[in-house]
């Protein structure tokens, strides 16, 4: 066995000629997946859920690791006693489902390359000659997983966070820190890391233990906080499994905006426009983010788009962001409750700790999910909500709508909140303050531009969800089935 950059390589005996041809192959495709120095596209800020967190954050690209402190933030007499992150898994591989259609039009590259001798008419290679060439090297295996990438998205978040609050994140606490993640392995792999990243700031240069040794112990799983939508009979029925839920997604794919995209891209890589589909079309796209973002490369797969292409598939992504997880259907937001009333169960704990002068149990709580956690609940606190519901019929109404997928939870995002100790309060309501964070910047409230509340003012806003929200109820299905929630 010979062993490569990232990859052990098994070799069996073979003429010289085809074991070093193989070897080198070999090689090159181990390299492939090792993630180079970052670059820009003009394609990056609409790749919706597959951006990359550092187009979110670009002061990143020059100091991932250097904490960027909000000024918004609280300090002086205010201290931050706990801190609840739900933070989405790093950067990941493509799943099983789209490398197949992946596949599929490589697949419809390299027959067309057969039939025309891989150039053009003029005898030039074209854009569908040279994809037809580019290595197609995702494999079914990686189905969703985390990559090398993402593990780095963790630990450097880890880093910031433990600069920017350290305090809270103590080496004193370290034993103290509660870790809940989904079942997903790209999740619990993320999780790792992120301790991976807090070891490193506890001790410079020196190799982590495995997780399962550290003294906070790995994360524990939790699918009914962190996949609810899971736990959800309701949600599962009239949305998931319901195939009329998605209709505006369906429409717009056959709407004008996208079939004009369809026979561009037909006529650039010179293949009959009934061999595609907006599927393919869409995959296509997402392997150009994917290169970006796994390997830092601006691969051909760029080259078929152009900005306003991006923003046409971009809407799409988020059609169905928003009526599979956002404000389409009230249940959508509704079947988060649970996990926002355990965020707030968590606040209260360490409001009555402080009270009565005992140490916080818990002075970090890092939950690890994924962008199907994070935008119900943002949805059901008020966030991102457009005066008119994203159709397929106002894609030019919506060009400067508040939820855009990508701005809101790309890789590694994260919405953290932040409780304050004041002293010299002048009522007891006055003494605990609340800040949030999305993607490490202070976020304002749904409800208002302030960027700090009091704590039970918080809570009182929010007094429906955390009081009369019973997720038993909320996921309960109706008699009859029904959508007639839609918004």
Same mark, same amino acid.
């Given at each position: 066995? =010979?062993?490569?950059?990232?990859c052990?390589?098994?070799?069996? @005996? ?9 070897? *080198? ?13 970052? @670059?820009?596209? #003009? ?8 951006? +990359?967190?550092? /187009?979110?954050?670009?002061?990143? *690209? ?23 992150? *739900? ?26 390359? #057969? ?42 978040l ?11 994140? #103590?080496?004193?606490?370290?034993? +103290?820190?509660? &870790? ?7 999740? @619990? ?34 699918d ?5 939508? /899971? ?17 505006? %997604? ?20 010179? %293949? ?6 907006? /599927?393919? =079309?869409?995959?296509?796209?997402f ?16 080259d @078929?788009?152009? =900005? ?7 809407y799409?992504?988020? &059609? ?19 996990l ?12 009555e ?29 008020g ?24 701005? =809101?939870?790309?890789?590694? #995002? ?11 309060a ?21 409800y ?14 929010y007094?429906?969800? &955390? ?21």
């Open positions: 066995m =010979i062993r490569a950059p990232g052990f390589l098994r070799i069996s @005996v073979a003429p010289a000629a085809a074991l070093a041809a193989a070897l *080198l192959s070999s090689l090159a495709r181990c390299s492939f997946l090792e993630p180079r120095d970052p @670059v820009d596209s #003009s394609l990056s800020p609409y790749f919706g859920t597959k951006t +990359r967190y550092e /187009d979110v954050n670009p002061g990143l *690209l020059s100091g991932p690791e250097a904490p960027w402190r909000d000024p918004e933030l609280l300090e002086g007499t205010c201290t931050p006693v706990q801190l609840v992150a *739900l933070i989405r898994h790093g950067t990941r591989y493509p799943t099983a489902k789209q490398i197949r259609k992946l596949r599929q039009l490589h697949g419809l590259l390299q027959a067309r390359g #057969s039939r025309d001798g891989g150039g053009s008419s003029t005898g030039s290679r074209d854009l569908g000659a040279a994809l037809a060439d580019w290595p197609l090297w995702y494999a079914d295996w990686m189905d969703g997983q985390l990559v090398e990438k993402g593990r780095q998205d963790m630990r450097q880890a880093l910031r966070l433990a600069s920017l609050f350290p305090a809270l994140f #103590s080496r004193e606490n370290y034993g +103290r820190l509660r &870790l809940i993640t989904s079942s997903k392995h790209r999740c @619990v792999d993320s999780g790792a890391a992120f301790l991976q990243g807090l070891w490193q700031h506890y001790h410079p240069g020196l190799p982590p233990p495995d997780v399962a040794d550290m003294e906070c112990g790995p994360p524990r799983v939790n009914k906080l962190m996949r609810f939508f /899971d736990h959800c009979e309701k949600f599962l029925t009239e949305v998931e499994k319901n195939a009329t839920a998605l209709y505006h %997604v369906e429409a717009f794919k056959t709407g004008p905006e996208m079939q004009n995209i369809l026979k561009k891209v037909a006529a650039t890589l010179q %293949v009959p426009v009934n061999d595609l589909n907006a /599927d393919l =079309i869409q995959v296509a796209f392997t150009c983010s994917f290169d970006l973002a796994i390997k830092g490369v601006n691969s051909p797969w760029c @078929v788009f152009d =900005i306003d292409d991006a923003k046409v598939l971009e799409l992504n988020d &059609l169905k962001q928003y009526w599979k997880r956002g404000y389409g259907y009230t249940i959508n937001s509704r079947s988060s409750c649970t926002f009333q355990d965020i707030f169960q968590h606040l209260d704990k360490a409001v700790q402080k009270q009565r002068s005992q140490p916080i149990s818990s002075p970090v709580i890092l939950q690890f999910g994924h962008a199907e956690t994070l935008l119900p609940l943002l949805s059901l606190m966030y991102f909500k457009d005066k008119e519901p994203l159709t397929a019929y106002n894609y030019k109404e919506q060009m400067h709508r508040k939820f855009r997928s990508g701005h =809101i939870v790309p890789y590694a #995002s994260n919405l953290i909140f932040v409780l304050y100790h004041c002293e010299n002048k009522t007891p309501k006055e003494q605990f303050r609340v800040q949030m964070l999305l993607n490490e910047k202070v976020l304002p409230l749904a208002s531009p302030e960027t700090v509340s009091f704590y039970e003012d918080l809570k009182n806003h007094k429906d969800i &955390l009081q009369s929200c019973q997720t038993s109820e909320e996921c309960e299905l109706a008699k009859a089935n029904s959508t007639s929630d839609e918004l």
